[in-house]
């Protein structure tokens, strides 16, 4: 395995990311999409760089079998603390697996899904192809492969509002950005994730904006929670407040 470079921001992203009201509106919004998508439990689901268990914990107390993979021993370490605090049933019904997302095919002994997901990873790679490829390879046929991707159309937005006018400018024309946690970030476009689902047998269904409005302001108040939720829920369905969002979610079938 290659260094993990995730190990020191572990605790950052865990505790400073998903545990943060914007943290809680992603989870939450993606899952309300997940849930039009998705098969009935009990569904086989492979989470690639599920990291610690966010997304599909939650998808696991629903009843579905999952099979969290991730590159990164720090955060399975996290999972796998995580996991200890859930039931019985729920720890039986998730499997952890350390590698790289884009060796899933082999890693899961070649088994077909009916869901795949792959939420927050993209941007780290240097391409998207190796992985969308590998993605589309672990799913069955009529299965759903979900992508959540940074928003390429959108990123001079959070420079502008921080006044960094000259980056602003510049991101007009980047591909990229120094992400939160200080690492760099590569984005992506909705039309070109769909033509490598298409370029790998499967068939865009849907794609949805995820942070519109939580993300250009700070947020720690918990009451507002749920009142925020349904907001950016509402608004990742619609146009024009989809294409303005910072990352966007894009779902297929094969």
């Not at 009201?21 to 998508?37: E, F, N, Q, S, W």
Request: proline content about 5%.
């Amino acid at each position: 395995m290659t260094e993990d470079v995730w190990a020191d921001l572990t605790d950052r992203f865990v505790e400073g990311a998903y545990a943060t009201v914007k943290g809680r509106v992603r989870t939450y919004v993606l899952h309300r999409h997940l849930m039009d998508h998705l098969p009935p439990p009990p569904a086989a689901v492979l989470d690639v760089g599920g990291g610690a268990g966010h997304q599909s914990l939650p998808l696991a107390r629903l009843g579905y079998e999952i099979v969290l993979l991730d590159s990164s021993e720090a955060m399975l370490a996290t999972a796998e603390q995580r996991l200890a605090a859930e039931s019985a049933d729920v720890r039986d019904r998730v499997r952890l697996v350390l590698g790289s997302g884009e060796d899933a095919p082999s890693l899961t002994q070649g088994r077909r899904f009916a869901a795949v997901l792959c939420h927050g990873v993209l941007m780290y790679l240097p391409e998207p192809t190796p992985m969308i490829e590998a993605l589309c390879a672990c799913t069955a046929v009529d299965g759903i492969v979900s992508v959540m991707a940074l928003n390429a159309a959108t990123l001079a937005v959070r420079p502008a509002l921080e006044h960094r006018w000259d980056d602003a400018q510049a991101a007009f024309h980047a591909r990229g950005e120094r992400g939160v946690l200080g690492l760099d970030t590569r984005a992506d476009t909705v039309e070109e994730l769909s033509g490598m689902f298409a370029d790998h047998g499967v068939r865009p269904l849907a794609w949805y904006g995820v942070w519109l409005f939580t993300d250009w302001m700070t947020l720690d108040d918990e009451d507002e929670l749920t009142r925020i939720a349904e907001v950016e829920l509402e608004a990742s369905r619609r146009d024009p407040y989809r294409h303005l969002s910072r990352v966007f979610h894009l779902v297929g079938r094969r």
